[in-house]
């Protein structure tokens, strides 16, 4: 007797969950079908991915073994910014000037392929606000100057050098100087946007499965793969693994090419509008520029989301209570009226180099994943060009060759090994506060 199908993990509990248009549950898969193109994981990579595939004519089929947007997707700080999470000066080191270029283009013309989604497919997940702001936790404005320079210069990047008056006329603490703006850059509510997204597929003819784990990838004598699961097959010419960390013993080519860390966010009860001006006077996304950063906004009711910390040791008892305490280091003023209401961890898929990995290894056998501290923009730009190279031919996707070979990153050790880097970071930190 076949086994029966699981319901869907559910989201765990986050304002995301809780401020949901709609919490649509789909169906598990319980029969052998025929697609096309077969795209494993729910996330924003393989999302993106699908509906650049049902927009191109072609039948597609996206399964995941919890809910859509369940992992990072559906747990993050809804930042819609350029870059990838190796910084663009880093990147012109590893592979040269014009190739970062390249990879630059791509990424803000991710940016705006999110806002068309949007558009296109009237997706509630707003408010959408412009503006991202970078604070500078010292007082070096020569530096913050002459990176502005190189970015508005090599890189055509519109961005605005923000004094230290300005930046403390937004946020009201003594522990910012001077910073830069970004305009294009915006905000949203990124689990609405996974619903949305979904929608669009099914709306063009795609399916979409939860709670459909797939166990195994066989090769079909006559061309084209059979992804397995508990429950059914699925008959494809090419499949696209977007599994991000949960890629598990799928593929171990990719599972050992990456590590797992954990990152996590609070979100505060509403507070009271003039306390809340009294100190974060600005409707932009914040981050600074330490190497273990803060990140945070202003939410639509008055809370505020905050976001840091990494680790490897998952999500500690007392989450709710650092959080807030990182968040009273820097707006002391808040003491009293601040507390928080939720608090979360969660996973993310890093690969030594910091970029994403996406590529090919095989002909048809297609994966786009690795995205963890990159923001919402690269699963875009994932999504787009292996849609792409899949129905055109295209060939952006190669611009990610060189971080997509799938080394070895360490195994069981490489989390540890990142972890120690981030204590590392976190003592550059106390030293360059130490000598402001």
């Known amino acids: 007797m076949p086994d029966l199908p699981k319901s869907p993990q559910n989201y765990i509990e986050t304002y995301y969950r809780d401020t949901l248009h709609t919490n649509e549950q789909r169906e598990a898969l319980t029969e052998d079908i025929d697609t096309d193109i077969c795209v494993i994981g729910g996330g924003l990579a393989g999302l993106s991915t699908a509906v650049g595939l049902v927009e191109k004519g072609k039948q597609v089929t996206l399964i995941d073994a919890n809910r859509i947007g369940w992992g990072a997707s559906g747990r993050n700080g809804g930042y819609i910014a350029k870059g990838y999470a190796q910084g663009y000066k880093q990147l012109t080191k590893m592979v040269g000037l014009e190739h970062t ?65 300005q930046v403390r006329d937004a946020c009201k603490t003594k522990k910012y100087f001077d910073g830069f703006y970004s305009p294009e850059d915006y905000q949203f509510h990124p689990l609405n946007y996974v619903h949305g997204l979904a929608k669009a597929i099914e709306d063009q003819g795609g399916k979409i499965y939860e709670a459909t784990k797939a166990i195994k990838i066989d090769d079909r004598p006559d061309g084209g793969y059979i992804v397995n699961t508990p429950q059914g097959k699925i008959k494809c010419n090419q499949v696209v693994l977007c599994c991000s960390i949960y890629v598990d013993d799928l593929n171990k080519k990719l599972k050992y090419a990456s590590f797992p860390v954990y990152t996590y966010v609070m979100v505060t009860k509403p507070i009271p509008q003039d306390r809340l001006d009294a100190a974060l006077n600005t409707q932009y996304c914040i981050f600074d520029n330490r190497y273990a950063q803060d990140y945070y906004r202003r939410l639509p009711d008055g809370r505020i989301l905050w976001g840091g910390r990494v680790s490897i040791n998952g999500i500690p008892k007392n989450l709710a209570e650092i959080m807030k305490r990182d968040l009273l280091k820097v707006y002391p003023q808040l003491e009293g009226v601040v507390e928080p209401e939720y608090a979360w961890g969660g996973t993310l898929c890093y690969a030594p180099h910091k970029m994403p990995q996406i590529g090919q290894l095989k002909p048809g056998y297609w994966f786009n994943t690795c995205f963890g501290g990159h923001g919402l923009v690269p699963t875009s730009v994932g999504g787009d060009v292996v849609s792409s190279a899949i129905v055109d031919g295209d060939e952006r996707y190669k611009l990610f060759e060189p971080f997509s070979k799938l080394n070895f990153a360490g195994g069981p050790l490489t989390p540890y090994i990142a972890q120690s880097v981030y204590y590392l970071w976190r003592a550059r930190d106390l030293l360059i506060s130490l000598n402001k």
């Open 101 to 165: 270029k390249q990879l630059h283009k791509l990424s803000t013309h991710g940016r705006s392929l999110i806002k068309d989604k949007i558009d296109r497919y009237n997706i509630d997940c707003g408010p959408v606000r412009k503006g991202v702001l970078g604070v500078s936790w010292n007082n070096h404005p020569k530096k913050v100057q002459e990176y502005i320079d190189w970015m508005q210069k090599d890189l055509n990047a519109p961005l605005e050098y923000w004094s230290t008056e």
